[in-house]
Each structure stands twice: as structure tokens, then as C-alpha cells.
């Protein structure tokens, strides 16, 4: 253990790292901490939590205050490198699932503005675990975490990009009816009118999520949404009606079982 | 005992008989008002079109040219003396139920708009008054400031506050430029604004709170994730008659895996019924990075603006 936290006495000088992205809001906690406890030495500011985790490996405080909103990386990211280096204390404004799991006690947190009794608790009860090894988090961030913005296992595709003249377009997932391999291109269809694009019907079959869009046919990739009536064509075959689009989109054989409760 | 059943097939078979003639009855029925349908609605072209070639098939060795010319009488008369009031009788029923479900689309998004209007998130207003409150013993004027910049903003968010004439896009603005000196003075040095919008513009009719969700989405979305920050324009111009608002930012881009959210999806929904393929929502993602929205709709510029006030 390299860490300086050691069995202080208490008139030894104890450390603090500040990290907000929002200026105002640093100054706020900086002036209310030098209050509630003036003897607290603030020894370095952050202003999002690749910079926190950065100060607080070259300065090693004993206590780090970290908003949970901040750009690049969040608190509760930044908490998960440094929860067995220093004393962690989340400071949020307004964040419903972020206090749930607060609620339980195992995590300090305070909410702004700072200040009064509930910083004063805050205080005391870092002046009595400052010199002790900080507990193991490593559940209660993972909680949080899962709560708080991380990623869904399985991200599928929601915007296709395509070249319009000199610009790129992004064209929501949303407003596709229909998707229709043609030779080297895929033609893409919205209510607006087609664009092509150079993915391949395979790759976006791959990355769009399945029960958005069905795969009708070798070449077409239909939203369910838009689908507006199926029906069969004089020669039998089963042929599927998108809603504002003129033209009727057969489903193959093998695909049919689709359709098959409605 | 045979007799009986004799009786009863015989009653059966009358019975059938009877249900076959009233089911013919009815289909003749059914095929006469389609027919009339037809002859009201059908155009004289064509009409006349079906007269020739039944006479046509009159003049062939079969002989029906008599039932032909009744046919065709018949028809010229019905068409004239009835099809006129049959045929706009048709299209007012049309109509009516076109325009049913017209308004009852309208009221349905009107209605997810004005929820929409009403979230007011509250990150954004815990933090607002987080700041005022710093601001009040370090800066006491620009606290002031910052205060009236927030009773703008909500003034013109909560719609059973909003005032009239919030569907102009000198509305929009001034309500942006509340929202957005409240975000500077948050970010401080992170967050630049520009905004280009011409006198003459100002009062165009502008869907309420469409400046102001792309406004936000940029911010949030582009510039609050982003460790350096950025700038965001917001841009007016007319052209042909279309009048083009962009909002561009250089923030972080898009995510392709992130759903538009209920803002960007509800502008659309909006434009599309408002003014159906006359407007749209285009976003791009310029090659300088980051993201571009532009609102393309009919330029209605509003005359009175400058006489009424």
C-alpha cells in the first residue's frame, strides 16, 4: 500500500480535490467547505473526470468531491478508478436514480446548492473515517452505474448516414419505411423520397434492431411500423403494403411465417 | 309419416327458394347502388367510352344493339338528372371523414406537444437555481440576470403560460437567447452563441418550441459532452419562399446507436402535420464535425406585425 492516507492525528493537514465542470458551482463548494471546515486544505480543482482522475494521481487528496454530470468522462466513472485511493463524496443537483441508490448509506453525496446541516454531517463524518482505508464501493458503483447512462447490451443501428449532394444526412431509423438492395447500392426509403447508400443489405440487416425492421425478401428490409396492410398479387405470391408508398414489396417464401398470426 | 316429411322438404325447399330470391333481391340491390356510385363519380370520358364499345358489340352478329341503346339511354339519363348530387353527396362523405381524421391527428400531437412543453427538465432547473443562488453572494447583478433570464424561459415553456404569439420565430429567439445565456453563464469560456437571424424574419410563423428542442438537443447532445466545448449558430434565411432555420454546432456529432429522442421525433411529427410534405426536419453532419438541423417550411411572414404593437 503506497497510498498516504495513514492513522492521522488529528491536527494533521488533510487534502481535498474538487471536480465540476461548472465554475460557479466549484467556487460554491470551495466557499462553503472553507466554513464547515476550514482546517480542509482544497488542493486542486477539476473540470470534468479525466482531469479529476489525472489531480488526484498527482496530488493523492484524501477526499475527492465529484460532480456526477461532467463531459468526457462522469463522476461515477471517475469514482471507479479512485474509490480505493481517497474518501469519494458525489455532489448532483437533481438526480432521481443517482439518490435512490444513495438513499441506502453506503455512498456520501450532497446536493446542490451545498451547504447547512447536511454538509456539516458530511464533514464530520469524513473527520472520523479520514484516516482509515476507504471501504470497498465497487458494488454500489456498479449499481449506479448501470443506472446512470451505461450502455444496453446490445446497441442497434437508429441513424443511416447518406451523401446528399455535398452533405451528409442523417436519416433517423424512424422515418425509414423501407430498405431495397439494388445491385451495388441500397436504396433507402422515406416518405420525403429515396437516397442510396453504399451499405449492404446484409450489414444493415446486422445492425438494425430485428424488431424494428423484418427482412421480407433476400433484397428488402421493411420497418414494421410502416407496414400497412399484406395481402397476395394475382399470382399468389404474398406481397406486403408500405403506408404513402405506391409500390408493394413482395416477402419470399421462406419468409412468410412473418405474417402468418395476422 | 312420409307425408309429413314430404311436407316438411316441401316446406324446406319454399323456404330456400324464398332465401335464394330475397339474397338475389339484395345483391341486385347492392350491385344497382354501386352501379349508380359508379355512373355519378365516372368521368364523361370515360363514359362515353363504355357507350361505344357496347355499341360496338351491338353492331356484332349477336344482335343486342337494342339493349345497348337502352343501356345507354338509361345511363345518360341517370348521369344527367341524378350523378351531380350523388357524386358531391359521395365526396362530402369522403371529405367528412378525411377531415375527422385530420383534426383528430392534429389534437393528438397538439396534445404530446404541449406535454412536451411542459417538461422543463429538471436537471436544468435544479442547476439554474444552484447557480443563482452561488451567484447571489459573489455577483449579486448577474444573479439578477441569470434570475429574469429563467422567468423568460419558463414564461415561454410552460404553455398554460405561454403567451400569444409564441408561434413566431421572433418569439423563439428571444426565448433562446434566455436559455442560452443561462447555459453561458453555466459553462462559462465552453459555450459560444451566435445568432443571425433578419429583422424581416422575426415574425414568420414558427411551430412553438421547434427552435427551442433543437437548441437544447445541441447543446446536451453536441456540446455538454464534449470536454472543450463549442459554438452554436443558429441561422435564418429565405428562399423561394421557404424559409430555412439551422441550429449547427461543433460538438461531439452523432452517435448512430442513440434513438432521436421524443424532441426531435415530435418536431417531425409536428411539421408533417402541419404542413405535410411541405416542411421538413433535415439533419446532417457537416465534414467540419459535429451536427447540423435545419427546419425548411413555408415563409409566412406575418404583414400586421409592425401595426398591431
Not at chain 1, 500500500?1 to 474538487?18: D, E, H
Not at chain 2, 385530420?102 to 442547476?127: C, G, I, T
Not at chain 2, 403560460?161 to 443561462?182: E, H, V
Amino acid at each position: 500500500m503506497n497510498s498516504p492516507v495513514n492513522s492521522a492525528a488529528s491536527n494533521q493537514r488533510v487534502t481535498a480535490l474538487i471536480a465540476d465542470d461548472e465554475a460557479p458551482m466549484r467556487a460554491q463548494l470551495r466557499a462553503r467547505l472553507q466554513e464547515s471546515w476550514p482546517a480542509l486544505d482544497i488542493v486542486a480543482e477539476a473540470e470534468n473526470g479525466v482531469q479529476a482522475v489525472e489531480l488526484a494521481s498527482l496530488h493523492n487528496p484524501a477526499i475527492v468531491f465529484l460532480d456526477i454530470r461532467m463531459p468526457g468522462m462522469s463522476g461515477i466513472e471517475a469514482a471507479r478508478l479512485l474509490f480505493n485511493r481517497c474518501h469519494l463524496v458525489f455532489v448532483t443537483a437533481y438526480d432521481q436514480y443517482a439518490i435512490e441508490a444513495f438513499e441506502q448509506g453506503a455512498l456520501d453525496y450532497l446536493l446542490k446548492p451545498v451547504g447547512g446541516e447536511r454538509l456539516r454531517t458530511t464533514c464530520s463524518r469524513l473527520q472520523a473515517r479520514v484516516g482509515q482505508q476507504p471501504q470497498d464501493i465497487t458494488r454500489q458503483l456498479g449499481a449506479l452505474l448501470a443506472q446512470h447512462g451505461a450502455q444496453p447490451k446490445r446497441e442497434y443501428l437508429r441513424w443511416i448516414q447518406a451523401l446528399v449532394g455535398q452533405n451528409l444526412r442523417m436519416i433517423s431509423t424512424r422515418e425509414i419505411l423501407f430498405f431495397q438492395a439494388d445491385e451495388k447500392y441500397t436504396r433507402v426509403r422515406t416518405a420525403q423520397g429515396e437516397v442510396l447508400i453504399r451499405k449492404t443489405l446484409k450489414e444493415l440487416a446486422d445492425q438494425l434492431d430485428p424488431d424494428e425492421f423484418w427482412r421480407i425478401h433476400r433484397s428488402t428490409l421493411v420497418r414494421v411500423d410502416a407496414i400497412d396492410s399484406v395481402g397476395r398479387d394475382l399470382r399468389g405470391r404474398q406481397m406486403v403494403r408500405v403506408k404513402g408508398v405506391e409500390e408493394a414489396l413482395e416477402v419470399s417464401r421462406g419468409n412468410t411465417h412473418l405474417f402468418q398470426q395476422m | 309419416m312420409a307425408k309429413s316429411r314430404l311436407a316438411q322438404s316441401s316446406y324446406a325447399n319454399a323456404k330456400s327458394l324464398l332465401d335464394l330470391i330475397r339474397e338475389v333481391g339484395d345483391t341486385a340491390v347492392t350491385i344497382w347502388w354501386r352501379f349508380f356510385d359508379w355512373l355519378a363519380q365516372v368521368e364523361w370520358r370515360k363514359l362515353i367510352i363504355v357507350w361505344v364499345l357496347l355499341l360496338l358489340l351491338g353492331l356484332t352478329p349477336f344482335g343486342l344493339s337494342k339493349q345497348a341503346m337502352a343501356f345507354i339511354m338509361l345511363s345518360l339519363g341517370l348521369k344527367v338528372l341524378a350523378g351531380g348530387k350523388r357524386k358531391a353527396e359521395l365526396e362530402a362523405l369522403h371529405a367528412h371523414h378525411q377531415a375527422d381524421e385530420e383534426s383528430m391527428e392534429r389534437r393528438v400531437v397538439e396534445a404530446r406537444m404541449a406535454a412536451l412543453q411542459a417538461q422543463v427538465e429538471p436537471h436544468f432547473l435544479f442547476n439554474t437555481l444552484a447557480l443563482i443562488g452561488q451567484l447571489i453572494e459573489t455577483d449579486p447583478p448577474q444573479a439578477a440576470r441569470i434570475h429574469q433570464n429563467l422567468i423568460d424561459y419558463l414564461r415561454a415553456t410552460l404553455p398554460q403560460m405561454r403567451a400569444a404569439g409564441a408561434g413566431t420565430l421572433g418569439r423563439q429567439i428571444d426565448m433562446s437567447r434566455a436559455y442560452l445565456a443561462i447555459m453561458q453563464a453555466r459553462m462559462g469560456a465552453r459555450l459560444a452563441v451566435s445568432i443571425d437571424v433578419p429583422q424581416e424574419m422575426q415574425s414568420a410563423t414558427f411551430p412553438v418550441m421547434t427552435l427551442q428542442i433543437l437548441i437544447e438537443n445541441a447543446i446536451k447532445h453536441g456540446l455538454e459532452p464534449k470536454i472543450a466545448g463549442g459554438r452554436i449558430d443558429i441561422r435564418a434565411s429565405v428562399d423561394q419562399g421557404v424559409l430555412q432555420v439551422d441550429v449547427l454546432d461543433d460538438g461531439v456529432g452523432f452517435n448512430l446507436h442513440a434513438a432521436d429522442g421524443i424532441g426531435l421525433a415530435n418536431v417531425r411529427e409536428r411539421l408533417r402535420i402541419l404542413y405535410g410534405n411541405r416542411a421538413q426536419l433535415v439533419l446532417e453532419a457537416p465534414i467540419t464535425g459535429g451536427t447540423r438541423a435545419s427546419v425548411r417550411l413555408p415563409y409566412a411572414p406575418d404583414i400586421f406585425a409592425g401595426a398591431g404593437k
